[in-house]
């Protein structure tokens, strides 16, 4: 019983290609955050949906739009990939906006665009 | 911009003696912090956290301190153990904000040798 699942955990494509990360929670939380590593290893949020509605939009390019169907659900489209998107990110939730302490993480996709 | 800083990148102790992670910060409004712990292949999961109003928190082997004057906080682990061997995050929130978002530092990498 995943937590919250993440798909898929890998993911290598072209430069140019759009593809798409998928974030579903079963804890019925409110909350969902994408939130990126990249090489330097910094773990930065790009997004946070809070009841499918959008809260935080950090400086993210707009070739990548988060979407969410449901509260369970935060996915996350990128189109036009370039090659510094190549990072590992992972989705997470929680049980409320500002409920600081009760983040879940899901395991991480880790994308390589070449 | 890093607010949250890590300055060792790894960190190697005997089974049985103290690890000791520091985490320094520079944004005056961070008010909540929080540890977390990172395997290969798998999400951060929540460790510890301590409020700005404290300066020391315990559970179990894990206790986190914070000096607020000197905007630094340590994770000591005490005994260490081969399973403590992971990545640990140091993050830190303003809790008053108007979102709720955890700023990571880069993580420490603990190997801790049988």
């Known amino acids: 019983d995943t937590a919250v699942s993440q798909t898929p955990k890998y993911l290598v494509t072209q430069m140019g290609n759009d593809k798409s990360i998928k974030c579903e929670q079963n804890l019925g939380h409110d909350t969902m955050y994408w939130y990126k590593q990249d090489s330097k290893k910094f773990l930065k949020i790009m997004f946070s949906?809070?009841?499918?509605?959008?809260?935080i939009n950090e400086t993210v390019p707009n070739r990548f739009s988060p979407k969410s169907p449901d509260k369970a659900h935060l996915n996350l489209h990128i189109n036009s990939l370039e090659l510094g998107d190549s990072a590992v990110y992972f989705c997470?939730?929680?049980?409320?906006?500002?409920?600081?302490?009760?983040?879940?993480f899901g395991s991480g996709t880790r994308l390589t665009v070449v | 911009d890093q607010q949250v800083k890590q300055n060792s990148p790894s960190l190697s102790v005997q089974e049985g003696r103290i690890s000791i992670l520091n985490c320094d910060y520079t944004?005056?409004?961070?008010?909540?912090f929080l540890w977390y712990k990172k395997y290969p292949a798998e999400g951060p999961t929540f460790l510890i956290s301590?409020?700005?109003?404290?300066d020391k928190n315990e559970d179990g082997r894990f206790t986190v301190f914070l000096n607020k004057s000197a905007k630094h906080l340590s994770l000591h682990i005490v005994p260490s153990q081969p399973g403590d061997s992971a990545v640990y995050f140091c993050a830190a929130v303003n809790s008053g904000g108007s979102n709720y978002k955890l700023t990571f530092g880069k993580g420490t990498l603990l190997t801790v040798n049988p």
């Open positions: 301590i409020s700005s109003i404290k």
């Open positions: 997470a939730s929680s049980h409320r906006q500002g409920d600081v302490y009760g983040y879940t």
């Open positions: 944004n005056s409004m961070f008010d909540y």
């Open positions: 949906y809070n009841n499918k509605e959008l809260i």
